[in-house]
């Protein structure tokens, strides 16, 4: 090769080594944004936007999708942040860690000769590993009643006693067959408002007022209409309006929509929720017939109620039948009533399938926010917890993991095995910085602990907070749910390995509008 050709592999090479390291950057200043704030000691972060709006939060996920972050890289790891919270809806600080381990470690291991190939090979090979004897070592939660539950909810939770209790308590209520549910989302239950009281309402709750103030604040023994539509006349065009034959179409159909009214009427409904607005006719009749109606319901809200007081959502269309049939469809509830103060409307035991909301309260609309993300958390653990078992949290079972996997590494041949390094290195990350936010040496108490373990063969040591000794995490009640750190440990893969696969750094053409020349 002659010395142009070095020159110029050198410097192929330096740009690929510069590509990476820039990115490698980028992702450790977003997990530095969001580790502070791990484990029992964890600190809160403080976002603050251009008119001086502040978000305070411990909250992985929120801190990740409210701040600013230009660069692609940094880009990435949110969006893998946001599919973690999607998923399991918790464990996105630990993905956002790990994920800086792994990509930094990779990182040393280019510069140290090794192809980047190599490193990838052996990263998969390592969280392919670890995900496997997590997934051995995860218990079931059978019972509901089970006092590990509780322990769930209180860790994910950050250790607030009333909002673990809210969690479980509406947890029992809804049943592991619901929590087991496919598509269903547990966290989707959590209000929080300002001035609230903390309680479990056996029912739904849904956010908008009643269409205005004539309404019946409170019914009993509630028939309920669910309409998946508008409470309006069907449209007709304005140009065959203009017109005799289409004028007289408008007043057959307005007669039918004061037929379809009159007829909710008569069926005694005490409720009607719709999923888009209804005009003054509809609202005047209603209004005078005593009954409550809640008009542009969101679309999740609306399903919620039809399913839990056994109410089938029907069309406008649909009032045209018999009501014989309309009554069939209808919903019913114990007791449905307006909170004027929390502007909500409650629906209380339904008499469809058995649900729960969790009402969080908070002393002043500042806090709302994060007592709510807090509840949510703990919701989406308690459900990750049931669908796929428990582990010992504080860091425990990664470190047990990276023990593992450092035992597959002699097994492995060539230069793969520098890529399992990096995987050990992620899979120790939590401990180290849950350990050095409670403020201890990590150092120091890495090894400890990994003595320890070795020494007990067990798979749940790791550092008790408060006194910084090694302590049984299963013993101190610190556990988490298994799908949450699976999740998170194959998240984190997937982003170091996409991150340290990217060669090269191209900005995209802006495509311009075409001209047009006129001839």
Not at 33 to 56: H, N, S
Not at 89 to 116: H, I
């Amino acid at each position: 090769m002659s010395l142009k050709q070095q020159a110029s592999a050198g410097a192929e090479v330096n740009e690929s080594m510069a590509a990476l390291v820039n990115n490698a950057n980028a992702v450790r200043a977003i997990a530095a944004a969001v580790e502070g704030t791990l484990g029992p000691r964890g600190l809160d972060t403080m976002l603050v936007d251009k008119f001086g709006e502040v978000v305070i939060t411990n909250d992985g996920v929120t801190i990740l999708t409210m701040m600013e972050a230009n660069h692609p890289a940094a880009r990435m790891v949110i969006n893998i942040a946001r599919a973690q919270q999607e998923e399991v809806g918790d464990g996105t600080t630990t993905a956002t860690v790990m994920a800086g381990a792994m990509v930094a470690a990779g990182v040393e291991q280019v510069a140290r000769g090794v192809p980047v190939s190599r490193v990838i090979e052996g990263l998969k090979a390592g969280v392919q590993e670890a995900l496997q004897y997590i997934g051995r070592k995860a218990r079931p939660l059978v019972e509901m009643e089970d006092p590990a539950l509780w322990q769930v909810a209180l860790i994910a939770g950050r250790e607030h006693r009333d909002i673990a209790e809210l969690v479980v308590q509406a947890a029992r209520l809804v049943g592991r067959e619901k929590l087991l549910e496919r598509g269903y989302k547990f966290a989707d239950n959590i209000t929080a408002r300002a001035g609230a009281e903390n309680q479990v309402l056996t029912g739904i709750i849904i956010d908008k007022e009643p269409v205005n103030r004539q309404m019946p604040r409170e019914v009993e023994d509630c028939r309920i209409l669910v309409i998946d539509d508008a409470l309006q006349p069907e449209e007709i065009e304005e140009e065959a309006l203009a017109t005799e034959a289409g004028f007289a179409r408008y007043m057959e159909l307005l007669q039918q929509h004061r037929s379809a009214v009159q007829k909710i009427i008569d069926l005694g409904v005490g409720l009607v929720l719709v999923d888009r607005g209804i005009d003054d006719t509809a609202e005047e009749m209603l209004t005078d017939a005593g009954i409550m109606v809640v008009q542009r319901v969101a679309a999740r809200e609306l399903r919620r109620a039809a399913e839990h007081t056994g109410a089938r959502m029907i069309k406008r269309t649909g009032l045209k039948k018999d009501v014989d049939v309309l009554r069939s469809w209808l919903g019913r509830a114990r007791r449905v009533y307006h909170d004027e103060k929390l502007a909500q409307v409650w629906i209380v035991e339904g008499n469809g399938k058995p649900t729960a909301t969790v009402v969080v309260g908070a002393a002043t609309a500042e806090v709302v926010g994060e007592r709510e993300r807090i509840a949510r958390d703990a919701a989406s653990a308690v459900q990750a917890a049931v669908r796929g078992g428990i582990v010992p949290g504080g860091g425990a079972i990664e470190l047990a993991a990276s023990r593992q996997v450092e035992k597959m590494r002699a097994r492995l041949k060539g230069m793969a095995a520098y890529g399992v390094d990096c995987v050990v290195e992620a899979l120790r990350r939590p401990l180290a910085q849950i350990v050095a936010n409670a403020g201890f040496n990590p150092l120091e108490k890495m090894g400890d602990v990994l003595s320890a373990q070795a020494e007990r063969d067990s798979d749940s040591l790791a550092i008790d907070c408060d006194s910084g000794q090694v302590a049984d995490m299963l013993s101190l009640g610190v556990l988490d749910p298994a799908p949450v750190k699976l999740h998170a440990l194959r998240a984190a893969g997937e982003i170091a390995g996409a991150i340290l696969r990217i060669d090269t750094i191209i900005k995209k053409r802006e495509d311009k509008p075409a001209q047009h020349k006129e001839g």
